[in-house]
């Protein structure tokens, strides 16, 4: 596995952090031609906390994997929905918002529920997502309509080439509030998920820096400011405590225990790892 570890990156100067670029309000160019966001305000915080410069690598939601295994990226924040089989390929450190699946379509034509799918409608995804992993398992009479990107997608449920469009809610709420003529008609599909970083599996010092970055983040309530700078416009105060997971944490004491104790398996998993190749290569 390639990555460089948190030595590394300090004493190159720079980090490679992996986000989103046309995925506004999460991470997106604005028209001054600078990352904006509430992945990419997280990430500044990072750099600054790290003391390095910031190189922000776009990537679409489908690369994520790739651009860490490949040491493109050093951490990947690009609306990451952590599940299992993506655990077997990155390691996740704890999280910092909460997410479901949703389903957007014209008001001339709301799609409601999934039951009873005409054969003849599409549903359009985006590659590499929950959204088609989902659907692909869990309603595989669905024709899906894959596109690559965000601003595919978007494109084709504007142009009427699929009857809805599934993807992460609070993606989904977002183009709805952003625009006119589109009802979120299903705003909560399948399990309730979380967002974290990423990083390649095996690289224990980034990862246990970033957990201990998001636990004394959260002792200042960091991703609620996030939030109130890049999201409020979009959903408003009434989202806030629904989505912002703060220093890790995604309930009471017994979630707290459970989330550290997930990270702390994680890294020892990851270390056993990397133990086990040194001493292959000795």
């Known amino acids: 596995m390639v990555y460089r570890t948190l030595d590394q990156i300090k004493e190159s100067g720079t980090i490679n952090i992996g986000v989103f670029s046309d995925k506004n309000p999460f991470g997106y160019v604005d028209e001054n031609g600078e990352y904006q966001g509430y992945d990419v305000y997280f990430a500044r915080r990072l750099g600054e906390d790290l003391g390095v410069e910031i190189n922000f690598v776009s ?3 489908a690369n994520r994997i790739e651009y860490l295994q490949t040491g493109k990226a050093d951490v990947i924040l690009a609306n990451f929905t952590v599940t299992p089989e993506r655990a077997e390929e990155v390691d996740f450190a704890l999280p910092y918002m909460n997410v479901a699946l949703g389903v957007i379509s014209p008001d001339s034509n709301v799609i409601t529920t999934l039951d009873n799918w005409n054969a003849d409608d599409q549903m359009i995804v985006i590659s590499g997502t929950t959204a088609e992993t989902y659907l692909t398992k869990e309603y595989p009479d669905i024709p899906l309509q894959k596109y690559d990107s ?5 494109n084709a449920l504007e142009n009427g080439n699929g009857v809805a469009w599934a993807n992460d809610n609070t993606e989904v709420i977002a183009f709805a509030k952003q ?3 589109y009802t979120v008609g299903i705003p909560s599909l399948g399990s309730q998920d979380t967002i974290a970083p990423a990083v390649s ?6 990862l246990d820096w970033l957990n201990e970055e998001i636990k004394a983040l959260g002792e200042e309530n960091f991703f609620h400011k996030d939030y109130e700078e890049t999201l409020v416009d979009t959903y408003g105060l009434d989202y806030e405590d629904e989505l912002v997971v703060e220093g890790g944490v995604t309930g009471g004491a017994d979630a707290a225990s459970s989330e550290a104790a997930s990270s702390e398996a994680a890294s020892s998993e990851a270390a056993a790892s990397e133990a086990a190749s040194s001493a292959a290569a000795q």
């Open 201 to 206: 599996q095996g690289n224990t010092t980034v």
């Open 150 to 154: 965000y601003a595919t997608a978007k």
């Open 59 to 61: 990537t679409e939601a």
């Open 179 to 181: 625009n006119t003529g």
